[in-house]
């Protein structure tokens, strides 16, 4: 079983829809947990970070990690063209290193 | 120069052919990484490094080799490149000793193309 897993999408919504981008992990023992932006031909950026189970809000975006199921979420409010990216959940799995999902492209259509 | 630097942007090699491309970070941070990121399959660790002078191996190491000198770089050298060695490369960097949570800052990228 994979450490993180991620749907690769794509997922198109339209402007102002609300999104919802999802990971499951492997390992109850994990505490960190991130989310990562990649803008096409770009390297990623860290976008949230939430710490155990939980939530984590920074004006439209909330991180959501519920521990009892290993589910990390995030969401995007009023979604905008901008937002348009590539999201990656990432964990860090201890020893300072951090395992990634797979991406999920998003696309925001005007 | 801020943040992580790369080169070469883009490369394409013969494959057989030695290649090393080049990591700089101007951040002071410890511990730098090397990932390649492949379609389906996401950003995949290559090397790490916590400190100048210790190198540590990923989750995909074989056919690849790095050194750490110094704080500011981290090459990454492929010693006789195949074509699954095809993929977009990204150095990365984090202060371990500041952040618990490890945000590690990427570079541009290197779009590598081994024929």
């Known amino acids: 079983q994979k450490e993180v897993e991620q749907d690769p999408g794509p997922l198109s919504v339209p402007e102002g829809a609300i999104v919802s981008l999802n990971c499951t992990y492997s390992?109850?023992?994990?505490?960190?947990f991130m989310w990562y932006r990649q803008y096409s031909r770009k390297g990623p950026e860290l976008l949230m970070y939430t710490y155990s189970s939980g939530n984590k809000e920074d004006g439209r975006f909330t991180a959501q990690v519920d521990k009892s199921s290993k589910y990390i979420s995030l969401f995007i409010r009023d979604s905008q063209p901008s937002d348009s990216a590539t999201y990656l959940c990432?964990?860090?799995?201890?020893?300072?290193?951090?395992?990634f999902g797979t991406g999920t492209r998003l696309l925001v259509s005007p | 120069i801020a943040g992580i630097t790369q080169a070469p942007t883009s490369q394409i090699l013969a494959a057989g052919r030695r290649m090393t491309l080049r990591c700089t970070q101007d951040m002071r941070h410890n511990a730098m990484y090397w990932y390649r990121q492949d379609l389906g399959l996401g950003l995949r660790l290559i090397h790490y490094s916590n400190t100048a002078g210790t190198t540590g191996k990923g989750e995909v190491p074989d056919g690849y080799s790095v050194s750490r000198a110094n704080t500011d770089d981290f090459p990454l050298t492929l010693a006789s490149a195949v074509p699954s060695q095809t993929s977009v490369y990204f150095c990365?960097?984090?202060?371990?000793?500041?952040?618990?949570?490890?945000?590690?800052?990427f570079g541009p990228g290197t779009r590598l193309t081994v024929l």
């Open positions: 990365a960097s984090s202060d371990t000793r500041k952040s618990s949570y490890n945000e590690q800052f």
């Open positions: 990432a964990v860090n799995t201890g020893f300072q290193k951090l395992v």
């Open positions: 390992n109850s023992a994990f505490q960190y």
